[in-house]
């Protein structure tokens, strides 16, 4: 397992992160985060240390379309933002995401 704070993670985030990352599937890291696939839904799961706060990204029906507004914003050619580490391709082609 990545190394994550859950004692530091506010509300109901402290025993849901730890379910989704124990139980979900990677999808990639984006610097502060790493972005989980759980039950539908991608998961931004604070790294340690990253002083930032778990949230939910997007349903994982809407990714292709999220990261697609995202690329038009902007400017970039590939629809996995050039940020992203450590990317689960596999699971980014099943959402036909290149």
């Given at each position: ?44 799961i604070p ?50 995401i290149y």
């Amino acid at each position: 397992m990545r190394d994550y704070d859950f004692e530091k993670m506010h509300g109901i985030w402290k025993s849901y992160a730890r379910t989704i990352t124990a139980e979900g599937i990677f999808v990639a890291n984006d610097g502060n985060w790493d972005f989980w696939f759980y039950s539908g839904i991608v998961y931004a799961i604070p790294v340690k240390d990253s002083g930032c706060a778990a949230s939910t990204y997007c349903s994982a029906n809407s990714l292709r379309q999220h990261l697609h507004k995202l690329r038009r914003i902007i400017g970039y050619s590939s629809l996995i933002p050039p940020e992203w580490k450590q990317v689960n391709h596999q699971f980014l082609n099943h959402y036909g995401i290149y």
